[in-house]
């Protein structure tokens, strides 16, 4: 079974462009969540997407969002890009809603914002 | 929320030695999770544990749910274990369904 797979893998772009990553999730799995890792804040959650729906949102401006297709697939969305906003963006996937539910990592998207 | 905390924050072995990651956790939680970060940024997932203890080849891991915290064992280390080890966990109730990561151990593993 294919894995969590991430596109693009590396993007560059400047500040006050706006970026959309996308992430296809475990054949199967129907929960998508991502999260960005920076050096300083380490591993943070941006969002969860079940059903289409945004479950649980973490603590970031509203110039992050994101969606979820009906083939499960979730794409995120940054607009007017800041400096601070250059990190790893790891999306996850798991089965269902449930918290017990194991988690599995794609390889991410780095992004980095000139 | 629920705060994790990870110790040590860095360590260094000679190859074969034997070393032990701990994680504590400031509340119960539904799902605790080890995962190795490699150096291209992937997560992989090395242990799913919200209670017990489980083995694969040279690694094991513990968790004493009642204690909140859990432990990750590497014995005869390689070089190749080299990296940043990270425990995540979930809980229920207000914090919703999402990973809560610690700051990581970053292993160097020297031949």
């Known amino acids: 079974k294919a894995g969590v797979t991430q596109t693009p893998r590396y993007l560059i772009k400047t500040r006050g462009q706006q970026v959309t990553l996308s992430c296809s999730p475990i054949?199967?799995?129907?929960?998508v969540s991502w999260y960005q890792q920076t050096p300083g804040q380490g591993l943070q959650f941006l969002f969860e997407?079940?059903?289409?729906?945004?479950?649980n949102k973490g603590n970031f401006p509203g110039r992050f969002s994101g969606r979820q297709f009906s083939n499960s697939r979730s794409e995120m969305n940054v607009s007017t890009l800041e400096l601070g906003d250059s990190a790893l963006y790891l999306c996850?996937?798991?089965?269902?809603?449930?918290?017990?539910?194991?988690?599995?990592f794609g390889p991410g998207t780095r992004l980095t914002v000139l | 929320g629920i705060q994790v905390e990870q110790s040590p924050p860095d360590l260094i072995l000679q190859e074969g030695a034997n070393s032990t990651l701990r994680c504590n956790f400031s509340?119960?939680?539904?799902?605790l999770q080890w995962f190795h970060q490699n150096p291209w940024g992937q997560l992989i997932n090395l242990f799913y544990?919200?209670?017990g203890t489980k083995q694969n080849g040279r690694l094991s891991a513990t968790t004493v749910a009642t204690e909140r915290y859990s432990l990750l064992y590497i014995s005869s280390s390689q070089t190749t274990d080299s990296g940043v080890y990270f425990c995540?966990?979930?809980?229920?109730?207000?914090?919703?369904?999402?990973?809560?990561f610690g700051g990581g151990t970053r292993v160097l593993v020297k031949p």
């Open positions: 996850a996937s798991k089965v269902g809603q449930r918290e017990r539910n194991e988690q599995f």
């Open positions: 995540a966990v979930g809980s229920s109730g207000a914090a919703g369904n999402k990973l809560t």
């Open positions: 997407y079940f059903s289409e729906t945004q479950r």
């Open positions: 509340d119960s939680v539904n799902n």
């Open positions: 054949s199967g799995h129907r929960s």
């Open positions: 544990i919200p209670s």
